[in-house]
C-alpha cells in the first residue's frame, strides 16, 4: 500500500521560503510522477507542479520561477522549495503520487502565509 507523508509547511512571512517533504512507501519509487498540489479555503484543490520518473518538471504559472519539485531516489522523497512566498500561497499542500492508473494522496501539510 502506497502511503505518502508531507513534512515542512508552517507559517512563514511573505518573501519568506520553506522547503515541504513528502516521504513515500509501499511502491517502487522511480516508477511515480509526483506532484504537489494545494488548497486554499474555498477554492479548488489545483496543481503546483510535478515531476516525472526521467525529472521532468511542470509548474502552474503562478508559482514559475519561485518553487523547484524534487525528487531524491535514494531516500524516496519529494521535496518542494518555495521561495519568495506570498500571501496568496496560504493554502493546505498536498503530495500525489501516480503510476498507471493508481493514484495515490498525502494527507496535506498547512502553508501559512502572513506577516
Known amino acids: 500500500q502506497v502511503q505518502l507523508v508531507e513534512s515542512g509547511g508552517g507559517l512563514v512571512q511573505p518573501g519568506g521560503s520553506l522547503r515541504l517533504s513528502c516521504a513515500v512507501s509501499?511502491?517502487?519509487?522511480?516508477?511515480?510522477?509526483y506532484s504537489w498540489y494545494r488548497q486554499a479555503p474555498g477554492k479548488e484543490r489545483e496543481l503546483v507542479a510535478s515531476?516525472?520518473?526521467?525529472?521532468?518538471?511542470n509548474y502552474a504559472d503562478s508559482v514559475k520561477g519561485r518553487f523547484a519539485i524534487s525528487r531524491d531516489n535514494a531516500k524516496d522523497t519529494i521535496y518542494l522549495q518555495m521561495n519568495s512566498l506570498k500571501p496568496e500561497d496560504s493554502a493546505v499542500y498536498y503530495c500525489n503520487a501516480r503510476f498507471r492508473a493508481s493514484v495515490t494522496w498525502g494527507q496535506g501539510t498547512q502553508v501559512t502565509v502572513s506577516s
Open positions: 509501499g511502491t517502487i519509487f522511480s516508477l511515480n510522477v
Open positions: 515531476i516525472t520518473p526521467t525529472a521532468m518538471t
